[in-house]
């Protein structure tokens, strides 16, 4: 049972443009998700994160937009850099009687073009 | 103010042996989480511990496997009797409240 998937295993860009990473969720009970980039051998680090009363998450060049009504997350780069080339994660938690567990979709590896 | 640690970084076992795989909380921090990346696979989650308390450990395989985190020093995840299908990335995530940071992670290779 899959409740948080990113059905794209793979998306390429060029330098400059946008890059929108895309996760869908099942459960309604979610109330906390997060974004993640991954380089090979290395920990996930923590881009942003969004609360379920929000529907958007801006810092920087990192833009979060949650749609809660379509159970649908995604996350905007611009502009994007090759330097941003990794595997990107999304995840989400119920907070507030689970203690917070992260559920994790199966990841998008985005590679960026010079 | 340093990151998680975790140490070993890459961890061999033969068939049958033990592996202890340590995590050090970032500074502040007193909620640990284990969580293992299979090969071609997400992350998934394994347990959640504070202080001397288990959480949640819905995630843990019943048998082989537990977790500690003692009042003082490192969280230990630790797997008994290995086996081939224990291959894997782990990671240790601590968190303040609700973000959770990872560690670099421990590799640990079955042969």
């Known amino acids: 049972d899959q409740q948080v998937k990113q059905n794209s295993p793979s998306l390429s860009v060029q330098e400059g443009r946008i890059s929108i990473l895309n996760c869908d969720y099942t459960n309604s009970m979610f109330d906390y998700f997060l974004w993640y980039k991954k380089y090979p051998a290395e920990g996930p680090t923590f881009l942003i994160s969004?609360?379920?009363?929000?529907d958007k998450n801006e810092d920087g060049r990192f833009t979060v937009f949650l749609n809660k009504s379509a159970k649908h997350l995604s996350l905007h780069i611009v502009p994007s850099q090759p330097g941003d080339s990794a595997v990107y994660f999304c995840?989400?938690?119920?907070?507030?009687?689970?203690?917070?567990?992260?559920?994790f979709g199966q990841g998008t590896e985005l590679s960026v073009k010079p | 103010n340093a990151g998680v640690m975790q140490n070993p970084r890459h961890l061999v076992r033969r068939r049958g042996q033990e592996a202890r795989l340590r995590c050090s909380p970032m500074?502040?921090?007193?909620?640990v989480y284990w969580y293992r990346q299979l090969p071609e696979e997400g992350l998934k989650f394994m347990v959640y511990l504070q202080k001397e308390n288990i959480i949640d450990e819905s995630g843990m395989p019943k048998e082989r496997f537990s977790a500690e985190f003692p009042k003082e020093g490192p969280s230990i995840l630790r797997i008994q009797q290995v086996v081939r299908g224990d291959s894997a990335a782990y990671f240790c995530a601590s968190s303040p409240e609700v973000t959770q940071y990872f560690g670099p992670g421990t590799r640990l290779t079955v042969l």
């Open positions: 969004i609360s379920s009363i929000k």
């Open positions: 995840a989400a938690s119920q907070t507030y009687n689970q203690g917070g567990k992260l559920i």
């Open positions: 500074k502040g921090h007193s909620h």
